[in-house]
Structures are given as structure tokens and as C-alpha cells.
């Protein structure tokens, strides 16, 4: 089926956008991570370096907080945000999900899911799909009403994303309600759906009327790159779909790859970058495995956070000019396998890629060298290499390459009325017609020529800085290294061609070449990095830890459960406990089970620690006498945004805050004596019975846990011992400390499920009888070189009596406000220590800025998690380093934050900046050394 509307049409030779063939450069523009008063200029400033088209993701929690809560105002306007799409002059992919990824907090899945009994999400599930098109029938009006069709400026409609990457049961059956429900809405512009790993079929399940499209992640220098992108070139073909890039890099290194192999969609991620303002921050699995994201959402493309360009805006505009320049001819031209008029000479570095050719629709090729090394310093000789090329008529020449970059040579193309452009050993960049005639523009960081023949006779050529050699049935011009060098000829008709050859930093700068010899430059954009000078008067009040902000009031649970199932879905928590038979007497620690994102454990209001376990459990050794009050501080860093089952904490269905808490009176240390027996071939397949209780074991031999040596690698071992579970417990837990392998457990006989390095942990109070011997089996399959750990029983009493409380955005800037009113009287001493678990606001008016874009804050110090409010909003959350539990932190910078200058009101000044410190390192003081203040 060939997906074909009036407005956008797609077969294997092109992409044609109201029936014109395009080369569609596209950049990621997130409409929530930037202040609307900001989305025109960076709109403005995207089409202005290259790009005529952005990629739009809808988070679905943005605009449904809470169930049946919708908000599409303000900075959420959707409808707005497509609008000023339109206004600039750019196209849109839009993509509504329902998931989206996008290091989002829960990748765009309201949080009110995980409480829905028995939803599957990212399927073909019922309980899911209901809410889906709940979503739906608001997304999809917004998107209907901006479609190229409607006079908007949306040109396809993405279903899901990357769905090859989740263990989906059903992909068909999901994609095509999805494709359905789109249709439904009135969608006719082409349904797309994109591969994150290369799975087609799981991604889109071959649904009908569905495009699949590709995410490519590579590494940018790898030189087997361009074999993966034309295999999957060729499988879409023989479906007669393009090849569209929908995800890649932002290096226009990388994309000048992929063009040369055909692609008619490039579309780098995050070419403009953003901040995750609120609770909005997600969790994945971009560390050890678990990363918490970065409010600042960076990966280095060409416009910052804040609005600076970058220099590799300036490769964007180069390349949008280069496919500007040969128009339709490229948009449609397939790639040449095997087939290249230029080929590289001997000597050439190993470094350089042997040259690609695209077979151009209007005649010639275009034909990709591509530089793939790494440069071994700053000087110019360590940076360029000259290339030995072998010309399309045998002769070799040589051309200056740097390293990273990539040239598009022409071979045989036609230039109308003016005869045909042999080969040209310059990158052509830029065709411009006037009144002054035609102009066309090459570049070139060394020596080189460039070729005609079948010109217009007679005639009449002028040159600069250039050679004309006139041989048999063509024209050459050789020129040096002294720019610019100008060709120009004269028709006898009288009409003009210009052929200008410049360097290549010319290029990336060039406003305009003019015929008569002037060249109109942008100088880059130059930013202050050093700080201002902002004298502050901080002040700070100390606050109660373990008491909800803003007027959040405790409330009874009746037992303890996960946050969502509490209705709380981002921020932070309080629980708060009475602990029962704990109170009476000695314990030997807390267990925190089922526990994320970060817990900061008081007991009776003393500091225990703060806590990252990932999902998993996390004993704290704490000896205790009785205790009256346990105090659990939660925050919600991000729901994760990435499904990854290594750890519980990454599961996309994975809920937040804790499941219990539980007061140890004992730690069993099981190491020893147990019984062991390798398990081969078919007794795999049972278990069950090599864990009955019913199974004699006398004759095996005893040993450690671990500790039997065997030749079989891997091996699968089965060890039993039992225990005496006590009478006074009603909660055991088993460790399997430093394990290395994978376990699967029976208790007594009842399979307790699975343990690994990453949730080393398994609740067995089900299948345990207090004050009876409780027999242990346990089959671990590992290598032998891998240690098997450690076997330690937790046993003890569950807290109860549990109150809960919660405090999110709106809580933190009440709070905020209350507290500035309070802190007037202590002024703050730099630099700023809290003792470990302490809590302070510190307030200062923000300075006014010398930028519209206002201000980029370094924050210097250790040991410190900070929420950061300007005004009435979150702008930021920090973890600075110190301490073994800060986590990974990946996303952006995790040190400083931008204050948006559209937040600072008329006078750019006045408005209040608050900092919620928390002490997080339980063994040493947080230190707050010192803020800077760059203008943005």
C-alpha cells in the first residue's frame, strides 16, 4: 500500500510535500521545556540555521496531571505552540504517543496508570486503550486542526515511539488501534511509527497504512555506518517507502552520512534544547544501570537552553543550503552501490571513507568523502589531512579535509543553459538567481578545479584567482588557495553565470554572495562566560524535616502502599509511622522495601540517611532502643522513561514512594552448611521437585553457599537448608548479598520468585510459618569465576499506623512564601553548611539581568540536593556530588540552572529566588560554597 494524500506523498524515490520532492531537515522543538514567550525566536533561529521542519512530542501528563484534570493554557497551549510553527515558516512532525519517551517523566504516561488494577500498558490491552483515547479525543482535534491539509503545518502524525525497544505482546493489534483511532479523528496526513533499535515489525507491527520509520544512535565516526542505514533503505524500498530518519544525532557529520545514503527525512534529536521545569524530570537507564535525569535537558545541540547558537548551527545551515542548492534533483536521487565517479587515491588516510555516490534525478551524482578520524590536537596539521582522490577522468588530484567534516562533490551535473559541470573537486553550497543573473557558490579549504563541458557557445570568461585551461571538449579551471576565486562567464544573450569559490568558514558564515565581487558575512554569536558580579543578601530559615510544606496536611492510611496508589503522582512525600512491637525494644536496623526514587529516612527526628535503592530493598544497619516515631521523607525524582527489567525502579510500570517499612530485630547469616547438587539436562525442568520438602537430600554434599567447585560453565546449583523463623516476627526478607548470578527461591516448597545483582531481595513473609523451621531452596545458575555472595535473613515487625502527607509544585511555593516572610532575620554566612538530614530555605531578590534570556546560576558545593523556584516556579532540581548514594546524574549540566528572563517580569529584576537545601550525605555536612551568576 502506497501512503498517498493530496498533501504529502511517500514512495521509495521521495517524500513529496504538496507534490514537490523534499529533503526534509527536521530538529526536535519541545514546546514544555521552553517558556512560551521563547518558542517564536527559537523557532525563528532554527529555520534561520538550516531547518525547515521540527519534531513535536505531546506529553500526555502534561496536559492530564491528574485523572480527568486537563490543561492546555498558558505554556501548555499545544494549539498555540503549532500555530507559531506555522508563523515561522516551518513544517512539524507530530507525535501525541500516548508514550513518547523523551527522558519525560514516565516518558509521557500519567502517573494515575500504575494505580489501574491489571493494566498493561504500551499494548493492546482494553484498560489501557480506554485512557489512550481519552487522550486522544483531546490531542488529536488539536493536531487534525493544524495538518497540511488544514493549512497547518504538520506533515505526518508519529503513533507511539520506538515500541521494537518494549517486550509489547501485541504490536499489530496496538498500532492498528492507534492507526485507528487517528483515522477516527480525521488524520490524513501520513501515519508514522519509528524503530529505536531496528525492529520494523515490533515497532509497527506491519500494521496497514502505517509508515515505519528509523532512529539511528551510532556512533558518528563508525565506518560500517552506511552498510545498516542502506540495508534498512533497502527493506523500506521494497515496500516503497523512504527512508526517513526520524531520530539521530546532531552532529551534521553524521547526517551528511546519512543523506549520502539516501535518507529524505534527517532528523537529529534535540537540535534545541530545553529545561525540565517541575517535577517533570525522568529516570532511566542511562548509568549503572539507573540514572536520575537532569533538569537541565541538553545533549549539545546547535541552540542551548537558554537560546545561545552554537557553532554546529552553522553546519546546519551549510547543509540545509546544499540541499536547498540542488533542490528536487536530490530529494529524489538514489543511492549508487558500489558506484562512485571519484574514488580515493593511494596513500589516502584509513581514516577516510571511500566515497559514496547519490545518482541525482535531474542527471549526475553527488558523490559523499567523508573524514571519520579523530584529530590528535589543536593544530592545523594534526586537524586536516590531504586526501588523494582519483578524478572521473583517471587523474588523481588531492583535496584538504579536516577531520569530522564530510564534503558532497558534483560529477556530471547539467546547469541549465549553461552546459554540464564535469566534476568539481569544491563542495557546491549555494545556487541563487537574481536579477544579476545566476550565481553559484562552491567551497573549498585547499587547491582544486573544477570541470565543464557542452557550454553554451560562444562563451566569454572571466577570471580571479583562477586558471581556465581549455582542452578537447571541456573547460578546467584550477584554482589555489587564495580566496575568494571567481569564475564568471557571459552568455551572448547577455545573460551572467558566477561561479564563487570560497574557504569554508566563509561559507558557514555567508549571508549573501553577490555577483560583483561582495560577500556579505554573520559573524558567530560571541557569549560572556564569566561571571557577573551579584552582590545578594541571602537569607535562610531552618525548617522541620520531617514536616510537609505549604499546609499539606498528614492524613491516615490504612496500610502502606506505593504513592501513586495514594493519588500522588510527582514531588515529594512525608510518611510517618508508629512501629508497633518495634517501639518496645532493641532493633538492629531498617528495611525499606520496594523503595524509589529518594528517601531520607529520621528516626525520632534524628538524621538515619538518605537513600537511592532503585526499586529494590535497602536494609539500613541503625541500632535503635524503642523507638516512638519513624519519619520517611519520598521524593519523586521521575517516573522512568525507558523500560529496562534489570532493575525494579526502571520498569516503566514501576511505582514510586515505598511498599513497607519494617523494624529488623534480627540478621540471620546463612553462609554455611547447606546442601548442594548440580542440576543437568532434563531435571531443569523440575524444580518444584527438587524443592519439596519430600525430597531426600542426606547424601549431598554439604558446603558454603557458593562454595562448590565444578568444571560446567555455566552452572545451574541447587542448594536447601532450613532455619527457625521466630515467633515474635511477622516480616522476613532474604539477601542475597554480592550475589553475581541469577537466583530463583522456594520456600517451603512455594516458588518466591527471582533474584538478581540489581534487586538482590525477596520478601518471603507469604511462605514463612513463625516459630517453625523454614526449608531455603535455592537455584543459582552463574559461572563459577562469579561470586554467589552471601545468604542474610531479615526478620522483624512491619511498621504501622502509617500517616501520609504530600507536597507538590503549588506546596513548594506556598511554602517558599511563607518562609521568605520568616527568614528576614538571618542573613546567610558563606559558604553555607548544613549538618547532614538538615533542611533550609534561603532567599535572595534575582539581580536584573544584562540578558532578555537572563541568567545561567552555577552552583558550587557538596553533599546538597536542591530545589530551585523563581517567583511562583520550579525552574530546577539539583543533586551536587558527595556522598555514596548520589546517583548517576545524566541529561545536561547537574550543576547550574538557567532563570528564564521571561520569568523576571518588566523590569528583568524583583523577582524572588528561592533554594530548598537538603543535607543528603549521612557522613558528611553539605556544603553550599558560592552561586554565579552568566548572563544567558
Known amino acids: 500500500m502506497l501512503p498517498s494524500v493530496a498533501s504529502v506523498q511517500l514512495s521509495q524515490e521521495a517524500l513529496r510535500i504538496r507534490g514537490q520532492a523534499k529533503i526534509v531537515l527536521c530538529a526536535s522543538v519541545f514546546y514544555f521545556r521552553i517558556p512560551r514567550e521563547r518558542w517564536a525566536e527559537r523557532l525563528s533561529a532554527l529555520r534561520a540555521h538550516g531547518y525547515e521542519c521540527v519534531d513535536v512530542y505531546f506529553p500526555w501528563n502534561y496536559h492530564e496531571e491528574s485523572e480527568g484534570v486537563w490543561r492546555f493554557d498558558g505554556n501548555r497551549d499545544a494549539g498555540a505552540f503549532l500555530d507559531a510553527v506555522r508563523e515561522a515558516g516551518l513544517l512539524a512532525v507530530a507525535r501525541p504517543g500516548p508514550y513518547i519517551c523523551s527522558e519525560w517523566d514516565g516518558g509521557g504516561l500519567p502517573a494515575y496508570l500504575l494505580a489501574e488494577e491489571g493494566i498493561c500498558l504500551r499494548d493492546n490491552d482494553p484498560v489501557y486503550l480506554r485512557h489512550v483515547s481519552r487522550w486522544y479525543d483531546l490531542i488529536l482535534p488539536v493536531i487534525r486542526g493544524h495538518q497540511l491539509s488544514e493549512g497547518g503545518p504538520i506533515i505526518c502524525v508519529q503513533l507511539e515511539n520506538e515500541l521494537d525497544f518494549y517486550g509489547c505482546q501485541d504490536p499489530a493489534g496496538y498500532i492498528m488501534e492507534l492507526r485507528d483511532m487517528a483515522l477516527g479523528h480525521g488524520i490524513d496526513v501520513p501515519l508514522i511509527a519509528c524503530a529505536g533499535q531496528g525492529g520494523l515489525f515490533e515497532a509497527t507491527g506491519d500494521a496497514e497504512g502505517v509508515v515505519p520509520t528509523c532512529n539511528f544512535y551510532p556512533n558518528d565516526r563508525d565506518p560500517e555506518f552506511e552498510e545498516k542505514a542502506l540495508g534498512y533503505r533497502e527493506r523500506l524500498a521494497e515496500r516503497n517507502y523512504p527512508l526517513l530518519v526520524t531520530e539521530t544525532n546532531r552532529s551534521h557529520f553524521l547526517l551528511r552520512r546519512l543523506l549520502g545514503c539516501g535518507a529524505k527525512m534527517l532528523g537529529p534529536y534535540l537540535q534545541v534544547s530545553g529545561t525540565d521545569f517541575g517535577f517533570s524530570n525522568a529516570t532511566n537507564n542511562w548509568g549503572n544501570p539507573l540514572a536520575f535525569l537532569t533538569s537541565d535537558y541538553d545533549f549539545g545541540g546547535m541552540i542551548s537552553p537558554e537560546g545561545r547558537i552554537r557553532p554546529e548551527a552553522y553546519e546546519g545551515r551549510l547543509l540545509g543550503r ?50 571519520a578520524g579523530e584529530s590528535t590536537g589543536d593544530e592545523e596539521e594534526a586537524r586536516f589531512s590531504q586526501v588523494p582522490l582519483l578524478l572521473p577522468d583517471g587523474r588523481e588530484t588531492a583535496i584538504r579535509l579536516a577531520v569530522g567534516q564530510s564534503v558532497a562533490l558534483p560529477a556530471n551535473v ?77 552568455a551572448p544573450d547577455g545573460a551572467s553565470l558566477t561561479l564563487a569559490i570560497v574557504d569554508r568558514a566563509t561559507a558557514l558564515e555567508v549571508e549573501r554572495i553577490k555577483a560583483n565581487g561582495e560577500i556579505d558575512t554573520r559573524k558567530r554569536e560571541q557569549y560572556a562566560d564569566q561571571p557577573v558580579d551579584t552582590p545578594l543578601r541571602w537569607t535562610a530559615v531552618r525548617v522541620d524535616p520531617s514536616a510537609p510544606p505549604g499546609g499539606a496536611e498528614f492524613r491516615s492510611v490504612p496500610h502502606l502502599n506505593f504513592l501513586e496508589k495514594h493519588g500522588i503522582y510527582r514531588g515529594y512525600a512525608w510518611y510517618e509511622a508508629e512501629l508497633g512491637k518495634a517501639a518496645s525494644g532493641e532493633s538492629k536496623g531498617w528495611l525499606l522495601r520496594r523503595a524509589s526514587d529518594v528517601l531520607s529516612l529520621y528516626v ?236 533550609r530555605w534561603l532567599f535572595a531578590p534575582i539581580p536584573a539581568a544584562p540578558s532578555i534570556e537572563g541568567w545561567r546560576v552555577i552552583v558550587h558545593g557538596t553533599g546538597l540536593k536542591l530545589s530551585v523556584l523563581v517567583g511562583e516556579r520550579l525552574v530546577s532540581r539539583l543533586w551536587l556530588e558527595g556522598g555514596e548514594e548520589r546517583p548517576i546524574m545524566r541529561g545536561g549540566d547537574a550543576s547550574s540552572f538557567w532563570i528564564p528572563g521571561p520569568w523576571l517580569g518588566d523590569g528583568g529584576s524583583g523577582e524572588r529566588l528561592s533554594l530548598l537545601l537538603e543535607a543528603v550525605d549521612a557522613h558528611a555536612a553539605g556544603l553550599l560554597e558560592r552561586l554565579d551568576f552568566i548572563p544567558a
Open 322 to 371: 546544499l540541499i536547498d542548492a540542488y533542490g528536487e534533483s536530490l530529494a529524489e536521487a538514489v543511492p549508487l552501490n558500489g558506484v562512485s565517479p571519484f574514488s580515493l587515491g593511494a596513500g589516502a588516510p584509513k581514516a577516510v571513507l571511500n566515497p559514496r555516490a547519490l545518482r541525482l534525478s535531474r542527471g549526475g551524482q553527488l558523490v559523499f568523502v567523508h573524514h
Open 414 to 490: 547539467p546547469i541549465p543553459a549553461w552546459g554540464t559541470l564535469l566534476h568539481a573537486t569544491a563542495e557546491l553550497f549555494l545556487r541563487q538567481e537574481d536579477e544579476m543573473g545566476l550565481l553559484i557558490a562552491f567551497h573549498a579549504d585547499g587547491s582544486g578545479e573544477l570541470a565543464f563541458r557542452d557550454c553554451v557557445e560562444p562563451l566569454v570568461w572571466e577570471t580571479e584567482e583562477v586558471e581556465l585551461v581549455e582542452e578537447e571538449g571541456r573547460i578546467r579551471f584550477a584554482f589555489g588557495e587564495r580566496r575568494p576565486a571567481w569564475i564568471r562567464a557571459k
Open 604 to 839: 525520632d527526628g534524628a538524621y538515619r540517611g538518605t537513600y537511592v535503592p532503585g526499586g529494590s530493598d535497602r536494609y539500613v544497619e541503625s541500632p535503635e532502643a524503642a523507638t516512638r516515631k519513624l519519619t520517611v521523607r519520598a521524593e519523586i525524582w521521575g517516573h522512568s522513561n525507558f523500560h529496562d527489567v534489570r532493575q525494579p525502579g526502571l520498569d516503566i510500570s514501576s511505582s514510586k514512594g515505598l511498599k513497607d517499612i519494617v523494624s529488623v530485630v534480627r540478621v540471620h547469616r546463612l553462609g554455611g552448611n547447606w546442601r548442594t547438587r548440580y542440576v543437568r539436562g532434563a531435571q531443569r525442568e523440575r524444580l518444584a521437585e527438587w524443592a519439596s520438602a519430600e525430597l531426600d537430600d542426606r547424601s549431598w554434599p554439604i558446603s558454603g553457599f557458593g562454595g562448590w567447585l565444578s568444571a560446567e560453565r555455566p552452572a545451574l546449583e541447587c542448594f536447601r537448608r532450613s532455619y527457625p523463623a521466630a515467633s515474635d516476627a511477622d516480616s522476613w526478607t532474604i539477601h542475597f548479598q554480592g550475589l553475581q548470578g541469577i537466583i530463583r527461591l522456594f520456600v517451603n516448597g512455594a516458588d518466591a520468585g527471582k533474584a538478581d545483582p540489581y534487586d538482590p531481595y525477596l520478601d518471603i513473609t507469604p511462605y514463612v510459618v513463625p516459630g517453625e523451621e523454614a526449608l531455603l531452596t535455592v537455584f543459582l545458575e552463574r559461572t563459577t569465576e562469579t561470586g554467589a555472595g552471601d545468604v542474610l535473613v531479615y526478620e522483624g515487625n512491619a511498621a504501622g499506623k502509617w500517616r501520609l502527607a504530600a507536597a507538590g509544585e503549588p506546596e513548594l511555593a506556598a511554602e517558599a512564601r511563607l518562609r521568605s516572610a520568616e527568614a528576614s532575620g538571618e542573613v546567610v554566612r558563606w559558604p553555607c553548611k548544613l549538618e547532614p538530614g538538615e533542611v
